[in-house]
């Protein structure tokens, strides 16, 4: 795994897959060998960087957990693996879980996007109280465009407390956005990561030029993923919007039924690994819904198997 201090190069050599977690029948312990293996399929498909965040649902960890996750994760990441665990979202996760990493070798560690009561003064204070205490730089998550102001994000930017930024403001417009426009005037774009997967990643890097993108089908077809971003720094725009096609079925039943449920059970469906159970406050989809999501993954798992192998 990956220790050394997040370069530019870091940032954009990879997608950044965002698996869900293996957890055994009682929700709470993690079922190693399924993570591995997901983990292993991952970087199969020429996938360096593993982000442990939504998908892993670590806003519902309990503290024993999260203490065990931070210790699995180097253990399923492969030596040239970037692995990137999460924290937060509030205050008080913060505090605790950055004393936890603190004793770990991680590079840097993603702060959940807060939805609780906050301001951007606020918000910078606890980005930079993380920082310090988690001896560690962090990757910030940003779904508002009222979490910072544009300024605050270049200050921590700057000074190394923030070493990049998952973007992910929905603007219904992927294709403008003045408040990413500023944001980029003080941010330099090799920093910036799209965060909403992979059909916003199309307008995002071809008409803002960001690095790389997250998403979570990656962890199905992580090929096609890598395929999709190599056809983006290339500028074969209708390449990689081909390769995006044929998961629209599958991002559709994220946003009708759930990101999260849908990509964890997803996963499963798809024979890479089982993820086991599910966290409250969430719950798996219905048999129904499963017999949709199966429908969805099938041309993503075939699509997969047509892509020749990495070089």
């Known amino acids: ?66 203490s065990d996750l931070l210790d699995a994760i180097p253990d399923w990441a492969g ?68 979490m910072l102001l544009p300024d605050q994000i270049g200050a921590l930017v700057d000074d190394g407390t923030v070493v990049a930024v998952k973007y992910a ?6 294709t403008r956005d003045p408040y990413l426009d500023r944001m980029l005037s003080v941010v330099p774009r090799p920093r910036v990561v799209s965060g909403i997967g992979e059909i916003a990643a199309v307008p995002h890097l071809r008409s803002f030029g960001l690095a790389s993108f997250t998403a979570g089908a990656v962890c199905i077809a992580p090929r096609r993923a890598m395929a999709v971003l190599a056809a983006l720094k290339d500028r074969a725009v209708a390449r990689a919007t081909a390769l995006t096609g044929p998961i629209q079925p599958l991002e559709d039943l994220r946003n009708e039924h759930g990101a999260i449920a849908v990509i964890h059970d997803a996963v499963t469906l798809s024979g890479v690994a089982d993820m086991g159970a599910m966290t409250p406050h969430l719950s798996h989809v219905p048999d129904h819904v499963k017999d949709q999501i199966a429908a969805a993954v099938a041309p993503l798992l075939e699509q997969e198997s047509d892509l020749t192998e990495p070089a």
């Open 169 to 174: 403001v929905e603007t219904g417009d992927f």
């Open 1 to 66: 795994m990956k220790t050394t201090p997040v370069t530019e190069d870091d940032i954009a050599r990879s997608v950044w897959a965002v698996p869900p977690v293996s957890l055994e029948p009682d929700g709470t312990h993690l079922n190693g060998p399924e993570n591995a293996k997901l983990a292993a399929h991952i970087e199969a498909g020429g996938v360096s960087t593993l982000l442990y965040g939504g998908n892993a649902n670590i806003y519902a960890m309990t503290h024993g957990t999260y």
């Open 79 to 146: 030596a040239d693996t970037w692995a990137i665990p999460s924290a937060g979202p509030d205050f008080g996760k913060l505090r605790d879980q950055a004393a936890m990493l603190a004793r770990t070798r991680f590079p840097a560690a993603m702060l959940l996007p807060m939805t609780g009561p906050s301001s951007p003064q606020g918000t910078e204070a606890a980005i930079r109280d993380f920082a310090d205490r988690a001896g560690m730089a962090a990757i910030l998550y940003l779904r508002s465009d009222q």
